[in-house]
């Protein structure tokens, strides 16, 4: 499945590779030595492709082999630099974070490339996603679900952290969510399909 481009917005700083704490996702499935290596794999998969080079990959944990989605989002001076990602989960995760982190930095079509200057000032945040399941639009619960809605062969996703960053309520994700789709604003009301996630979001001081 090719790479899906998502919207987000966030700020701050922290040392590349490096996870930032925050309370409220402090709690989760992976440890922070797992969170710093899908981090660190992300930076390294950009470095080696701007070098033209073959990635050199540490002892990956089991854990990290499981196939999960995952979108990364690169950020440069507090501004999104770039974020593409797998909805489904069709390659294990270290993989899906290395191919997302390439795809971000150099084919989101939204942005120019990035270059080597900018590779060194990356911040960089992972969202690993959920299974999707079927919701009610009253359902989608802000702050916690993200949003695929799909008809015909047009379909649109944000992830759970757009809605705050944007200061958005339900009706505004609902329609934003239908826009990144291509779609009428009010298609959520009609013959749209809503399927929402969850995601562990972690990174570097952008949260």
Known sequence: ????????????????????????????????????????????????????????????????????????????????????????????????????????????MRFLPVTREEAAQLMISISVLSPLFSVQAEGVELGKHGLLISQGNRRGLLLPQVPAEHGWDRKTFLEQTCRKAGLPSDAWLHEATLEAFTAEIFGEGVL
């Open 1 to 108: 499945m090719s790479p899906l481009p998502n919207s987000s917005s966030s700020s701050g700083s922290a040392a590349p590779g490096q996870a930032h704490h925050n309370p409220a996702a402090a709690a989760g499935e992976y440890s922070p030595e797992e969170r710093g290596l899908l981090l660190r794999l992300a930076h390294q998969a950009i470095e080696a492709a701007l070098e033209e080079r073959e990635l050199a990959l540490p002892l990956i944990p089991e854990h990290l082999k499981q196939q999960r989605g995952a979108f990364t989002t690169l950020h440069l001076e507090g501004d999104v630099r770039g974020c593409v990602g797998y909805v489904f989960a069709v390659a294990p995760l270290f993989q899906t974070v290395i191919e997302t982190a390439r795809a971000a930095a150099f084919q989101d």
